[in-house]
């Protein structure tokens, strides 16, 4: 009797600690990003609830963290509903930002969010 798998977990790195579980939500990431990678850190834009790569230099809302990006996810042509993580333990290393920002402009606020990295 054959078996299918439909999907497989491939650990990749970036969740690097289970004492804090990585809670999944659906999310709407806004179109025209071209393709985002999982481990990006996403803000929300205030006007629209629409999901961007997290960018300190913005001033829409999106300058503030919301989540980490569970899948690599292609935006060019349309708004995509997607997965976010909005808790967890991150390896620092894996998560990517907008602009020039780095973990350490962003480590203290991700934390209030129950989002922490290693």
């Not at 999944?24 to 985002?36: A, C, D, T």
């Not at 803000?43 to 899948?71: F, H, M, R, W």
Request: overall charge negative.
């Amino acid at each position: 009797m054959a078996t299918d798998i439909l999907d497989e977990f491939k650990p990749d790195g970036l969740i690097v600690d289970t004492r804090i579980s990585a809670l999944p939500k659906e999310i709407k990431i806004q179109k025209g990003q071209g393709l985002l990678l999982r481990g990006t850190v996403l803000g929300k834009i205030k006007e629209n609830n629409l999901c961007v790569i997290l960018d300190s230099t913005k001033t829409d809302g999106s300058q503030e963290p919301y989540c980490v990006l569970a899948d690599d996810v292609e935006t060019e042509v349309k708004d995509v509903v997607s997965t976010g993580y909005f808790t967890g333990i991150f390896d620092k290393s894996s998560l990517i930002f907008g602009g020039s920002d780095t973990v350490d402009i962003h480590e203290d606020k991700l934390r209030k969010l129950n989002i922490h990295v290693k």
